[in-house]
């Protein structure tokens, strides 16, 4: 058999085998539920929800049961203390701010958090750091191509605080719709991405200020094939930075990890699927508890896409 049989050969055997694809649902071992703490609180004049659930089947597609009756509260390093009482919701525990005077999310206060639940009591604390201001937000128009339909992409321009070390996670909403997919999970450490970067006190670099998170995750178009626009004539943005702790910029990115799977020939290649590691802690050894506790000071600015007033 010559060289150019050999191929084809090769390649119809390699057709073959990539078009025999089967949907398959793995029998997956059940395991103990245990606690899930949500305590990201942030210094917003709003209603600051602690969320307190139990974990759940990997494809069961309920809202996890929450844990009724817990006892949660936040208490600074002055000796104030933030008492959350249960909402109509079971196991979500709210403070208004609104109803007192004290503050959540000051620059440099340590706050900690107890919760008691069931008999355990789970604790953990958090030092709030500040956020930089966001300066403006400008739109980038990007014609048509091979692979993406015409569109405006949307840059944030923030300066990063001075000194090492500040940590960041980036929130967008297009036209009030939180870019809530995994893949739009957007965290800054300084001005970049990592540990390690000499970015201090600059501003943004451009994959973090025009990231995803800021611009949607890449969608196709049914018709076309081709990505779908991030921002079109009329739109709107609105950004939040959140300051956090250097623990919570790790589970954050750990947690993109863990739920963006690539899925598909990719997957066999991809990290294992794990507990990510947690900031709370639970009075009883041996006990599990999954979940995180921050405390962030917040900027935000929002903007409407007129594109006359834009530079194409």
């Not at 390649?11 to 649902?25: K, Q």
């Not at 339909?149 to 996670?169: I, K, M, Q, S």
């Not at 957007?186 to 001005?191: E, G, S």
């Not at 917040?298 to 834009?310: I, M, Y």
Request: glycine content about 8%; some cysteine; hydrophobic content about 35%.
């Amino acid at each position: 058999m010559n060289s150019i049989t050999k191929y084809i050969a090769f390649l119809l055997m390699a057709g073959s085998i990539m078009a025999c694809e089967d949907t398959i649902y793995p029998e997956l071992a059940d395991s103990e539920p245990v606690v899930s703490i949500d305590a990201f609180v942030t210094s917003q004049e709003k209603t600051q929800v602690i969320k307190v659930t139990k974990t759940q089947y990997y494809f069961d597609k309920n809202r996890p049961a929450g844990v009724s009756g817990a006892q949660v509260s936040i208490t600074d390093d002055q000796g104030k203390v933030f008492l959350f009482t249960e909402s109509n919701t079971d196991g979500w525990y709210e403070w208004d701010p609104a109803l007192s005077d004290d503050s959540l999310g000051l620059p440099g206060v340590e706050y900690s958090l107890s919760i008691l639940a069931e008999g355990i009591e789970y604790t953990s604390t958090s030092i709030t750091q500040g956020v930089p201001k966001i300066d403006s937000i400008t739109f980038n128009f990007e014609p048509e191509n091979e692979i993406s339909l015409a569109t405006w992409f949307a840059e944030v321009w923030a300066r990063d605080l001075e000194g090492p070390g500040n940590a960041y996670w980036i929130r967008g909403w297009k036209n009030g719709e939180y870019l809530s997919k995994p893949a739009e999970i957007l965290t800054a450490y300084d001005a970049g991405f990592s540990r390690g970067s000499e970015v201090d006190g600059l501003i943004f670099i451009t994959p973090v200020r025009s990231g995803t998170g800021i611009n949607l995750s890449s969608d196709e178009d049914p018709d076309t094939g081709k990505f779908l626009p991030s921002y079109l004539d009329g739109d709107s943005i609105y950004v939040e930075i959140h300051s956090v702790s250097e623990t919570t910029f790790d589970f954050l990115n750990l947690m993109k990890i863990q739920i963006d799977r690539p899925g598909g020939f990719g997957e066999l290649f991809a990290t294992p699927i794990d507990n990510v590691p947690t900031n709370i802690i639970p009075s009883q050894e041996g006990v599990k508890v999954v979940g995180c506790f921050n405390v962030s000071t917040v900027s935000s600015f929002g903007k409407k896409l007129v594109a006359e007033n834009e530079t194409p």
